[in-house]
Structures are given as C-alpha cells and as structure tokens.
C-alpha cells in the first residue's frame, strides 16, 4: 500500500529535466541561506560552515560565511575573490585558471538549472515523485573525473541539497534553505 502512495519515477534525462524545469520557481536571482559539511576521510566530524549566498548569472555568486569564520567569497565568470575582514585576500582570474573555470562554469549551470551545459560535462540519471527529484550527475570527461566522483542534487521547487562526492574520498553536502527567487 505505501508503495502506492509513494511512487518515484526514473526517468531518462531529458523528460526528467522538463519536469524539473516546470516545478521550479521562476526567477533570475536566487538568495537564501546554506549549511556546508566538509567531510575529509582524515577526520571524524565534518567541518561545518553556515552562511547566505545570493546567485545571479549576471552578477555571479555572493557566498557569505558567518561560521566558523566570517569570510566572503565572490565568483562572477572572470574571477573570484575572497574578502575577510574587509580585506581582499586572494583574486584569481579565470582566464589563469583553467580548472577553477571549469568548476566555476559546473557552479553557474547547477545554480542556474542549466540543464544544456550539465548534459554536455555529465552523465545525468533521474529520480522523481510527487514531492522532490534527485538528479546524479556522473562526469563524462576524463578532466572532471580525475576529481570528481559525482555531484548529486535534490529539489522541490527550489534547488535544497549539492552533494559533491570527490575522488580522493572528499565529500560536500550543502544544504539551502529559506531560498527565495525573484
């Protein structure tokens, strides 16, 4: 009988994504709070971070840190910059970086639910009932995958989880809430 009431329905990726597109609240800006969990095989807690972030494709990724330690960290599609305490303390270009590029372009398809781009670096199998989807994004290209496992993500109406599964046994689960888009 629960079976009944709780079916999930995979789906090949591409029906999957429209589905996915459809339930998600429209909006060009995304803002809300994140609880990050860096689990390292070296240690037996994870390192926890709490903060707001605010993403727009137009004025990037404002990623600020309240805990442990108040930072902040901007991405925009040519550079990023971390700030503590007021003070710039490390800018990299993006142009000198191939690899942050590539990751910063991943960041910027996954806020932005860019499906095109996500299909051409990964493999994506769905996940999806009455309440939420899940997608499993595994990398297709040998770049990716030399450190990169997978990145898992899970919705309703708005993005809620990234789970970044890495090949040295690193993993980061990011939690959002109070998402609101406009």
Not at 16 to 44: C, M, N, V, W, Y
Not at 76 to 97: A, C, F, I, P
Request: charged letters at 20%.
């Amino acid at each position: 009988m629960l079976s009944l009431l709780c079916t999930v329905q995979v789906v090949t990726a591409k029906p999957a994504l429209e589905d996915i597109q459809a339930r998600l609240t429209p909006g060009t800006t995304i803002s809300g709070h994140f609880e990050q969990r860096k689990h390292l095989p070296e240690l037996p807690f994870p390192l926890v971070s709490t903060g707001t972030f605010r993403f727009s494709e137009s004025a990037g990724l404002q990623w600020h840190t309240q805990a442990p330690i108040a930072s902040e960290l901007h991405i925009d599609r040519q550079k990023m910059v971390q700030v503590q305490d007021g003070q710039e303390v490390l800018t990299l270009n993006m142009s000198e970086n191939p690899a942050l590029a590539a990751v910063s372009q991943i960041l910027f398809a996954v806020l932005s639910q860019d499906w095109e781009t996500l299909s051409q670096h990964f493999a994506i199998q769905a996940a999806i009932d009455e309440r939420q989807w899940n997608l499993q994004l595994s990398p297709k290209q040998a770049a990716l995958s030399s450190f990169l496992q997978s990145i898992a993500l899970q919705g309703n109406e708005n993005l809620r989880e990234i789970s970044l599964r890495e090949k040295a046994g690193d993993q980061t689960d990011i939690t959002f809430s109070q998402v609101k888009n406009y």
